[in-house]
């Protein structure tokens, strides 16, 4: 009941992450960055919390959302607005930059997670919906180790049994 509960107060903050954006309109994008990195790591702290608990469902869970946030943390750094004052030549530098110093290390962070996820279902023998998101989430970031795995239901099999007739000889 304690993981499930710190599990929803960190849905919580998740939305407050969600909802602060780096926007062109924004004229402190560094600042707007800063911030956001400051409450990724607030929520990390609050799933770790969660994950360290116990509960199988709920550590899955935690692992999972942390996973999702750094990747999401990477895709708003890539569509962050680009300073306008730069040329062409600088746009590419800036842009690499980026790259180098947040879109690989957050990437890296959430295969981590996605991992960390993984090898916790493993250890507990614990089968969810939530591994299998890891598992999704895992195969985006390194498919070659975590191939992608397509699932499939074919339709219910019917089987008929006959019984030979008894001779009545």
Known sequence: ALAQF??????????????LKLTRDSKNVDVLLKNKIGLLKEIEALYTRVAHLGGGEWALAALYKISTLYQQMAEDVVQAPIPRELGAEQTESYREEIQKTFVHPFRERAGSFAIQCLDKASELNFLSSWGTRCYTAASELDPVRYPRARTFYLPPMHLAVLQPKENSS
């Open 6 to 19: 710190s599990f929803l107060l960190a849905q919580k903050r998740e939305s407050d992450f969600s909802r």
